[in-house]
């Protein structure tokens, strides 16, 4: 069944970098029938989708407006993983950080079907 | 955005009770519509999607209806494993929203 995993650290300075990898096994990051997202959850925000990755003859990518001058989401096929950066961060990106597959069931259904476990990331010094 | 807005924001109810939890949409979004359930310090988990196709393995006593902008999800007779937060989300039009949440307590 499909399984996503998380890693990265749990603790990241104002100003610097938020890094996390997703690495899925039980599907292919390359598939055409779903796209790959990272959504957080915080009490202030509750849950807010940041973006996602998928293939279609090529790599797209959307971004929320909110965040969309300081995200990465990057594909690595070799590894059959996804990961976030997001650059930046100040104490207000500190959240529970999720990857999730969204997929596209039948008639133009989209839906969440596979959760990673979270990752909850705290910014401070 | 699509705003998307759950009423209650907490219930609170008893095991056997039947329980309605509501979702509205901002615009219409057609069915385009998912529903999660959430238990603390843990990932969402899809019950529903698109407004009333129950996900396998979810029991039946969970059912969803409604297209446009109002949904409703309903739990017919509450489990004790019942008790948690919900979500509804819509996936009609980037960027995919979610509710606020339903917290559903033991009365």
């Known amino acids: 069944q499909v399984q996503l995993q998380q890693s990265g650290p749990g603790l990241v300075k104002p100003s610097q970098t938020l890094s996390l990898t997703c690495a899925i096994s039980?599907?292919?990051?390359?598939?055409?029938?779903?796209?790959w997202s990272w959504i957080r959850q915080s009490p202030s925000r509750g849950l807010e989708w940041l973006g996602d990755?998928?293939?279609?003859?090529?790599?797209?990518?959307d971004f929320a407006l909110s965040v969309k001058s300081r995200i990465t989401i990057s594909p690595d096929t070799s590894k059959n993983q996804f990961s976030l950066q997001l650059n930046s961060v100040t104490p207000e990106d500190t959240a529970v950080y999720y990857c999730?597959?969204?997929?596209?069931?039948?008639?133009?259904?989209?839906?969440?079907?596979?959760w990673g476990q979270g990752s909850l990331v705290t910014v401070s010094s | 955005d699509i705003l998307m807005t759950q009423s209650p924001s907490s219930l609170a109810a008893s095991v056997g009770d039947r329980v309605t939890i509501t979702c509205r949409s901002g615009?219409?979004?057609?069915?385009?519509l998912n529903w999660y359930q959430q238990k603390p310090g843990k990932a969402p988990k899809l019950l529903i999607a698109?407004?009333?196709s129950l996900q396998s393995g979810v029991p039946s006593r969970f059912s969803g209806s409604g297209s446009g902008t109002e949904f409703t999800l309903t739990i017919s007779s509450l489990e004790p494993e019942d008790f948690a937060t919900y979500y509804c989300?819509?996936?009609?039009?980037?960027?995919?929203?979610f509710g606020q949440g339903t917290k559903l307590e033991i009365k």
């Open positions: 999730a597959r969204l997929t596209y069931g039948s008639g133009l259904l989209k839906y969440f079907d596979h």
């Open positions: 615009q219409s979004i057609r069915n385009y």
């Open positions: 990755t998928y293939y279609r003859s090529k790599w797209n990518y």
């Open positions: 698109g407004a009333s």
């Open positions: 989300q819509q996936s009609y039009s980037l960027p995919v929203t």
């Open positions: 039980g599907d292919t990051i390359s598939t055409t029938t779903a796209s």
